[in-house]
């Protein structure tokens, strides 16, 4: 239903808070597993504590080779809001509070992030540490859900991505931080 959908969209929001240490209902995850599927993707649930492990650790190196990418870093420098007194703090973008920035955690957000120093220190190694708090994240989740793509098509990739928002948008209705 459409009109669902545009309800969903306006109420959707970001965060990077920790995630809650419950499973995903199952109810949840086999009416989002048939959606990914009817959409020609396959939806993994990952519950098994070494796996996660393993993908956290994949998940912070991921974030720091994000961080070392130049245009990367132009475009999260672009999104960010961590000023609450910009006017575009409480527009479009990823502001402190989304992001569960605050205290000591913002001020060092603040002072590496902009693109010259995050350059720097990608330079000499140091974004590794601004990844670990992916890592902690992704540790620290009951569940872990893997969305495949049958290929690297364009159309493929385009596709998968519609799917992945459904799925962001269905997971929200059942209270799921994503």
Known sequence: DWSFRNLAVSARHTGRVPHLPQPVPASALKVMQEEAQQRGNILYILTERHTIRKLAKLARQATAEQFAEPTLQEELWHWLRL???????????????????????????????????????????LHYLLALDTEWTVQHSASLCLLTTPSLARQDVIQTGRTLLRLWLMADQVGLST
């Open 83 to 125: 000023d609450p007194h910009d006017l575009a703090y409480k527009r479009d973008g990823l502001n402190a509070e989304c992001m569960n920035l605050q205290g000591l955690a913002l001020a060092v957000a603040r002072f590496a992030l902009p693109p010259a120093r995050m350059s720097w220190l990608s330079r000499v190694g």
